[in-house]
């Protein structure tokens, strides 16, 4: 348990690692409670099974020896130990039979333990007879296995007895009729009462030796088995000691194996205690091999609040797994404070099993908060920030134990959580959704209170609303980019209006046939007459799917403002990528495009989507995403955007206009056929 949740000179974090770095072990709780269980037990029966019989065996066979004397004793043990070694030969591994049956019986247990901890989910789903197949294969594996070994058991049992008792038996007394039917070199001729009594006396010298043999021969299986525990008990103390120096084996994504990505897994960064947070080319790695980001490099000042923000899976949280030492450096420079000055409040938060006083000052006892001097008076006023002081008299005082999971909300949860934090009073605290919740106004208000604290936020959030509590973003693009500068809240936040009122115009129904159709007749077309050429680079049919891919450069003369042209370069003339993606088997269309023209100074992703609508029509949404990416000369940075952004409405509005106008050709010319026919 040392190792395993490390001690007061080591802080490895080896029960995360196992569970989330490394393959070999999948049910560490089942080793170290069971496995281990069944290994001293087995190895404290050694003395009793092993060591008494065998210096039993020298004794009596000593004695019998001097009574049959030594050749027939020599005769005795070759015959007993070649038949011992025939057993041997047709004794099955029963130590592996062991090692797996502890596998299968861990395996079991937490397939049933996950149906505990997601007793809800299962319920709201109705996994029952998912859950209960899962359950009977698991516990059919299991028993086929325990019928294979008890077969086993059975027969070698059975020839285990007739060698131990019958033919060992009848060795034995041939041995012992020795002295009966033929004279012994320097034992005296006796009369027929003194070999009767020699018979006897050796015959029970000789049960007493066959025994304690049987005996050790006996402990062979419990030796076998001990093996078995003792292969799983090492495995574990193995695992941990290489996950304690960075070794780890774990099943790893295809694209690790590219010749780049090969190299930076290779590749150990550097972690330097530092009062500030900075990344200098460090790459996002997860344990399964997958780089979510080649080379990150930002900064955080103590009281300049970060937000991260970006799609799924782009390495959001993977970041302060890296920060919290969870997760090794595989390249660059991370200077960070220790994790000890560190707090992570995730969406759902945790709350251990205690009182309810122990739920808010976790990991602390109560003595800890004692020796800190603060009272339960004090732990009362830090409930009241989150507005949740009256939970106290309600559930009983804080001496009240409950399973706290089930007996507060998720929203409750949350405010604990942020208690918590306040209680503790970190350096920095790591908000992973940590405020979707709670109200708009308690979320500003428990960010206010952090700042007044002097708590420095790393924020993942979606909320606009939270845009105004934070000076720096960190935003990712989802393919392995990202952007880090300033915010400006309350630019961004006109941005977003700009941006869904867009969307609100435009929003328009289309029979989705038309659309595809249209899609090829869009350009060239009076209304966007600022598009000049369409070069088709690549089209293609998915077999499988059925999906269309085509891909075009679209060539386009606009007159840019003197300003832009003057500053950063370029002409009139623009290029924009274009990818589109047909699927007849969802009716959906979806549309990216990227201007190539500014991408060494801005960002400028739109992307077009149709799908199906009730009554037999298509919904048309646009959206853009526009972000320069100048960070040091600001003021020419947010001109740029604007006008970006400006182009951008100007342009979308052609473009509908333009596609309204085509697809109303397409169907009166399809109004027309059907007339006419």
């Known amino acids: 348990m040392g190792q395993y949740l490390g001690n007061d000179k080591e802080d490895d974090k080896i029960f995360y690692k196992l569970a989330n770095l490394d393959d070999r ?11 281990i269980q069944r290994f001293s037990a087995h190895l404290a029966a050694i003395y009793s099974n092993l060591a008494k019989p065998t210096l039993d065996v020298i004794l009596y066979n000593y004695q019998l020896s001097r009574n049959v004397g030594a050749e027939g004793l020599v005769l005795l043990t070759v015959l007993v130990q070649s038949s011992a070694a025939l057993l041997r030969a047709l004794t099955p591994h029963f130590g592996a039979y062991a090692a797996l049956s502890a596998q299968l019986s861990g395996s079991l247990r937490h397939t049933h333990s996950r149906l505990s901890e997601f007793s809800e989910e299962i319920a709201f789903f109705g996994g029952e007879e ?28 059975c020839v285990e007895e007739g060698i131990v008792k019958w033919l060992w038996g009848s060795f034995g ?20 009462g003194s070999r009767t009594e020699g018979f006897v006396t050796n015959r029970r010298l000789l049960l007493s030796s066959s025994d304690a043999f049987g005996r050790v021969l006996y402990s062979y299986k419990d030796l076998s088995e001990l093996a078995g525990y003792t292969a799983r008990v090492s495995m574990l103390l193995d695992t941990m000691a290489d996950v304690r120096k960075g070794k780890f084996e774990k099943a790893l994504v295809s694209s690790a194996s590219t010749e780049e990505n090969a190299k930076i897994l290779r590749g150990r ?20 091999g997958d780089v979510l980001v080649k080379s990150l490099s930002f900064y955080v000042k103590t009281g300049q609040h970060l937000l991260i923000v970006g799609p799924n899976g782009c390495g959001k949280s993977s970041l302060f797994r890296i920060l919290g030492g969870l997760w090794p450096v595989y390249g660059g420079i991370v ?26 000052i976790y990991p602390h ?7 800190r001097g603060i009272t339960d008076t004090e732990l009362l006023a830090v409930l009241s920030v989150v507005q949740m002081d009256h939970i106290v008299e309600r559930e009983g005082g804080w001496d009240v ?98 941006k869904e009122m867009l969307e609100a115009k435009l929003l328009e129904v289309h029979p989705w046939s038309h659309v595809v159709i249209g899609m090829w007749h869009k350009y060239p077309n009076p209304h966007c007459t600022h598009v000049v050429t369409i070069d088709v680079v690549d089209r293609s049919v ?50 990216t495009s990227v201007n190539l023209s500014l991408s060494q100074v801005a960002t400028c992703y739109e992307n077009i989507l149709y799908r199906p609508a009730p009554n037999g029509h298509t919904t048309f949404i646009q959206t853009a995403e526009i972000q320069t990416r100048i960070t040091i000369w600001r003021s020419m940075a947010d001109k740029l955007e604007n006008w970006l952004v400006q182009r951008f409405e100007q342009n979308a509005q052609l473009g509908k206009a333009g596609f309204s106008d085509v697809l109303r050709n397409l169907w009166e010319a399809k109004q027309q056929q059907l007339a006419h026919s």
């Not at 007394?173 to 027929?192: N, R």
């Not at 003369?557 to 003197?562: E, N, V, Y």
């Open 25 to 35: 072990i999948q049910n560490p709780d089942q080793m170290i409670t069971h496995d």
């Open 130 to 157: 998912t859950e209960k197949l899962l359950l009977e294969r698991e516990y059919a594996t299991l028993m086929m296995h325990e019928n294979m070994v008890l077969g086993k058991r059975w027969w070698h049992g």
């Open 173 to 192: 007394l041939c041995i012992c009729a020795i002295p009966v039917f033929f004279k012994l070199p320097g034992v005296h001729s006796l009369d027929l």
């Open 269 to 288: 960064g550097k972690i330097l205690e530092s009062e500030e947070i900075q990344f200098e080319n460090v790459p996002i790695v997860t344990p399964n």
């Open 335 to 360: 200077r960070k404070p220790p994790a000890s000055q560190f707090i992570l409040i995730p969406q759902r938060p945790y709350l251990s099993l205690g009182t309810l006083r122990d739920q808010v």
């Open 365 to 371: 006892s109560k003595a800890d908060m004692e020796e």
């Open 401 to 498: 134990a409950r399973e706290w999971r089930e007996a507060l909300s998720g929203g409750d949860q949350q405010k604990i959580a942020w208690a918590r934090l306040f209680y503790h009073k970190p350096k920095y605290a790591v908000l992973d959704e940590a405020t979707s919740l709670v109200p708009p106004e308690m979320e500003g208000m428990m960010m206010q209170h952090a700042t007044e604290l002097g708590i420095t936020l790393l924020t993942v959030s979606h909320r606009p609303s939270l845009w105004r509590y934070h000076s720096m973003i960190l935003q990712y693009d989802g393919q392995g980019g990202y952007v880090f500068t300033k915010l400006d809240a309350e630019k961004r936040l006109a941005l977003q209006q700009e």
């Open 542 to 591: 998915d077999p499988k799917t059925g999906i269309i891919r085509t891909e075009r450069v679209l060539g386009c003369k606009q007159k840019a403002p003197g300003w832009i042209v003057k500053v950063f370069g370029g002409s009139d003339d623009a290029f924009v990528r274009e990818i589109s993606f047909i699927d007849p088997a969802t009716q959906t269309a979806t549309i």
